[in-house]
Each structure stands twice: as structure tokens, then as C-alpha cells.
């Protein structure tokens, strides 16, 4: 059996190499590096894949999440609600603009942020939603974006794991994941199921006069060189970076199919085991498919509901299956976002995941063999 690792980066590589290897000569060749061919490029065929008017690339995830609220002219001190049950990145840029971060509950079952807590943490301080689309599935977007209408506020959706997916709306419309909010920010970390070989992110928006605020914002707030027209920050993604993304990205939906399956082996296993809780996926294929892109499984996350996750993540380590814990801590007890506002009794869902939750390995590679070793070993250690 080949080695189990959480992600398979080189294996992905293989499948890939002399486009990339050719695409990366060609910039060295060219020294295009920043905002050349490949990056405008790339920008056009994610736009078409989407089918969203205005992607902006941009840096890195944080960064794209930063810009959308100062795109949206989010002022000090208006409040910014988001899941208590995320990456920090999501929170993070909200403190750092000086906004006042509002942390809500998640669902116990999909683990996205809950729309009922959402509208009791709304007041007249706020202005913006950011949904996580977390390990890879669409919060419930009809009932935000209802919330968010009625309330006049804005949807930051964070899609950092879940390009790709698609969410099908109460009246049977789809639309991909990051395209249904006022903007949009993604993460192309190496890791992500659309990922480059460095750091890259991208902006997605439907609102034209948004959309050129935020071409500015990245480039140092200039649109003719030197006259500088909005505040900025310098995030562009390079060319190299764009080149590796513009070789993924057709194949992007082929990638998120095989983590679907990969996935449907792993729930397949843990049927009727009393302690183990499988990720639940939303929609309802329709005849049964074997493959459906509304969760694109950026992760593969487990609830242990007896009582022995940590035994159970040093017994895998022990034996050389990788995993994770995501994420241990809820933000509202992290030291950086503590805050007097917080009362633990509104996060029973987002306390007890942190004691339950474990991500086994999860990527484009992982073969039937690797699985059922995997499952054997979680389940052999549950039950004993």
C-alpha cells in the first residue's frame, strides 16, 4: 500500500507536469511575473467557469476576504456576523479593519453557520454576513440571503473550501458556490481542492461599480500607474501561481468527483456504527448518482460521539494515517477574539464539535486500498 498522506499534492502533480513545467518556463522566459498573460487569462476562465461577470485575483484568501469588506466601505465599529466554527482568517480580517466581529452557532449536522442564530445576532450595528462554506458545502443560502434582504445587509460569502460546489436554491435554481452573495473570496492555498503551488486568492463579484472599486484596492489603490484613487493594499496573484491554477482548473470538476467518491467509500464503511457520525450532505441526488458537486469534500470530517477523538487521533498517527482536527479551539475562546459579549450557553453546537470532530485523509489520490485501511483502523478503535 502506497503511503497515506492527508493530502497527495505530488500525486495531483504527476497527472499535470509538462503543462506546468512548460507554462513556468514560458513566465521564466517572458519574466511576466506579475499581472502577465497567464493572470488575466486565468482570470477569464475562472469568470466562465463560475459564471460570475468579475473575478479579481488577488493574493491570498485573507487578503480576498479583507478586500471584499473594504470594497463594501464597512466602517469601524459596524458588526460583521460569522460562525463561531471556522478558520480564524475569517474573523481575523474583521478585527483587523476595526469592525466588531459577532460569532453565531453552527448546525450540528452540515456544521455551517446557523441562519436562525444569524437573526438573533442581528441589530442596527449590522451590516454584513459571512457565510463559511465549510469542508466543502454551501451554507443555507436562501435563508440567508432572505435574512440579509430584509434587514438591508451585505453577504460576504467566505468559499475558501467549497469552489466548485454548486447550491441549488427552495426554487430549483443553481448557482456555484460564491456566486450568490453580494462578493465572494476564495483561497487558492495548495491544500484547497482548486489550489496553486504558493500562496493565491481571487475576489468574485456580480456588481460592476464593486467590482472596479476592488481592481484598484489590490494594486495599491491605482488604476492609472502612480495615481492612486482608493486606499489599496498590494495583492496581486503571480504568474507562476496562475499558470498552475490555469492547468487545475479544467480539470477542477474531475478533481471534486473523485473526493465524492472517495467520500461515498469512506460513509459507505461507517454505516451502522453507533459512534460514528458521517458528514451530512444536504441535497438529495437525483437517481442515485454516484458523483454530485453540491459538496466538493474539502475535507472528510467525522463526529467521534463517544468520547475518545484524541485516542483515536494519536492511535491513527501512531500507525501512519495522517488526520486533523478542525478545528479545536471555537473562536470565541481564542485569546485573540475573546470578548465579554460572548455567553457560552449561545455555542452548544460549535463546544461540543471541537471535543467530536476529526478530518481523515482526504484528496484526487487516496485508492480503495488506503480507504479501507483508514476505516478498518477508525472503526476497530471506536468499538473497542
Known sequence: MKKIQMVDLKGQYEGIRNEVNDSIAEILDSSAFINGPHVHAFQN??????????VIPCANGTDALQICMMGLGLQPGDEVITADFTFAATVEVIALLNLT?????????????????????????????VPVH???????MDAIMELAEKHNLYV??????????????SDGSKQKAGTIGHVAS????????????????????????????????????MYKRYYHDVVGVNSRLDSIQAAVL??????LDDYNKKRWQAATKYSRSFEGQPNI?????????????????????????????????????????????????????????????????YNEEDFPVTNQLVKEVISLPMHTELDDEQIDFITNMVIDFVNK
Do not use: W
Open 277 to 341: 457520525v458521517a458528514p451530512k450532505i444536504q441535497c438529495v441526488c437525483e437517481g442515485g448518482k454516484s458523483s454530485c458537486d453540491c459538496h466538493v469534500f474539502h475535507q472528510y470530517t467525522l463526529k467521534i460521539t463517544n468520547g475518545k477523538r484524541d485516542e483515536l487521533v494519536q492511535h491513527l498517527n501512531d500507525n501512519g494515517v495522517p488526520c486533523g482536527v478542525y478545528y479545536p479551539v471555537p473562536l470565541h475562546k481564542q485569546k485573540a477574539y475573546a470578548d465579554d459579549r
Open 45 to 54: 476562465e475562472l469568470e466562465e467557469y463560475l459564471g460570475v461577470k468579475h
Open 156 to 169: 460576504i460569502e467566505d468559499n475558501a473550501q467549497a469552489i466548485g460546489a454548486t447550491y441549488t436554491s
Open 101 to 129: 466581529p459577532v460569532l453565531v452557532d453552527v448546525e450540528p449536522d452540515t456544521f455551517n453557520i446557523d441562519p436562525k442564530a444569524i437573526e438573533r445576532a442581528i441589530t442596527p450595528k449590522t451590516k454584513a454576513i
Open 186 to 221: 476564495t483561497s487558492f492555498f495548495p491544500s484547497k481542492n482548486l489550489g496553486c503551488y504558493g500562496d493565491g486568492g481571487a475576489i468574485f463579484t456580480n456588481d460592476d461599480d464593486l467590482a472596479h472599486i476592488i481592481r484598484g484596492m489590490v494594486n495599491h489603490g
Open 134 to 140: 465549510l469542508f466543502g458545502q454551501c451554507a443555507h
Open 246 to 251: 490555469r492547468a487545475k482548473l479544467p480539470k
